[in-house]
Nanobody
Framework: QVQLVESGGGLVQAGGSLRLSCAAS????????MGWFRQAPGKEREFVAA????????YYADSVKGRFTISRDNAKNTVYLQMNSLKPEDTAVYYC?????????????????WGQGTQVTVSS
């Protein structure tokens, strides 16, 4: 049974940093793409970043490019999202997700597995 468990969310002031973690279990993820999405109140879930587990290729939404970094630790089966220079508009519930590599990485409906989400709140 696949499980994705996020952690690391919290309250931070604008300009601050947070690192989110996503611990993955239940299968081998070498043929998967791992993504981070976020959803703010009243808004649709949106793509943030993704990483191809085996190749290490990374992809970012324009809104976070240069501020966020996605990475993975193969030994720990964990994906990270380092978030720097946070802005109030980054406030949302952040979700980790996994899908088989090959389909668009930015489309939420393509992802097969989801974590429960972790709240990130950025105060101004």
């Amino acid at each position: 049974q696949v499980q994705l468990v996020e952690s690391g969310g919290g309250l931070v002031q604008a300009g601050g940093s947070l690192r989110l973690s996503c611990a993955a279990s239940g299968r081998t993820f070498s043929s998967y793409t791992m993504g981070w999405f976020r959803q703010a109140p009243g808004k649709e879930r949106e793509f943030v970043a993704a990483i191809n587990w085996s190749l290490g290729s990374t992809y970012y939404a324009d809104s976070v490019k240069g501020r966020f970094t996605i990475s993975r630790d193969n030994a720990k089966n964990t994906v990270y999202l380092q978030m720097n220079s946070l802005k109030p508009e980054d406030t949302a519930v952040y979700y980790c997700a996994a899908k088989r590599s090959g389909s668009p990485y930015y489309t939420a409906s393509r992802y097969d597995y989801w974590g429960q989400g972790t709240q990130v709140t950025v105060s101004s």
